[in-house]
């Protein structure tokens, strides 16, 4: 696990010693040049990730990723050095309130870079909104978060739930897949992605004749995939990610399913997860706004950048922990490091395009982005980018209130 670095400086102190500088400035008469004193203060950033569980090897990914970003900008954002925070949310909900008023109240960080769990992520971005605090979410899609707990000051850097299921919808019912099953972890994050998925796919004339369910992260998954043998739907659509992703691709195909019932997910089955998933992920059909073999220039210097500090091979959740300190930066260097100009900040964040590994994006008017969510099939252990399944996606943003 990511060690907690408790000895970030105490921030009251620090701001109370910034205003008695610029007071003292301003009494000798000099005109302010916004944040000059402050730009030697770092700016203190709160990751609250999953550094222990199934999802362990996401929040890791997101975390060095910014971490990469930040050291190719020399350390500094906005002109101010970074100090980080680290705290493991363990992909537990009932921890989220508590752990994010940690990182708000005691550690007094400047943001919070989290999460990856979509229940997790509803406590966060409440407390969030609560507090006004900066927020920027590098993975968990709840629709909510950019629906109706959107805030002014709370960005995704990664994707809705509805965002990469919903193009898979046509994806199969143009390959002839008019009955399909549906199964997931029973929690936010799954039941949205699947959402989705479903919406597309009923839109395009596809039928979810069944949707099955198991806790997360449950991995038994065999009493599943005999019901799913016993119905012989022309598909089926899972949602799983990381070690129960790798889990599930094993079984499904050691239970001789591959053939008969074609199995199509999110990018987030196989992204990170193939080395271990093997022969049995070979063939599979995903969408995702990420994907193998874009070979941008952009994307391959992100990818060497990423391996070359040898905590393992970027993926997805690189790629959002990379653009999350893409966003923070955005905002920073238009207010030279002042994260008390907010509206300025924000402005600056919601005005940037990113320049991703994905390809650039924009940012929509509830602060989702707005993507290509690509269409990948596994080849010889890659996610191999082979068309887009929806160009410039936008998240329906439903029940956000952001102007
Ligand atoms: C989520 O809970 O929103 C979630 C978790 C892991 C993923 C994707 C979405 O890979």
Redo the contacts with the bound molecule.
Sequence with gaps: MTPTNRNGRNSINRRAALRGAAGLAAAAGFTPVRFAIGQTVSVKVGFLLPYSGT?AA?GHNITEAFKLRVDERGGKLGGRPVDYVAVDDESDPGKAADNTNKLVTRDKVDVIVGT???GVQLGVSKVARDTNSLLIIP????NAATGPLCGSGIFRSSFS?WQPGYPMGTVMTERGHKRAVTLTWKYA?GEEILGGFKEGYEKAGGKVVEELYLPFPNTEFQALLTKIADIKPDAVFVFF??GGAVKFVKDYHAAGLRKSIPLYSTG?LTDGTLKAQGQAAEGLFTTLHYGDGLNTPKDNAFRSAFEARGKGEADVYAVQGYDAAQMLAAGLDAVKGDVGARGELVKGIEQATIDSPRGPFTIGKNHNPVQNIYLREVKNGKNIVVGVAAKALMDPGRGCKLA
């Design positions: 999802y996401l990856v769990h979509s993975n968990a899609g709840v739930n994050g990610a990381g987030f």
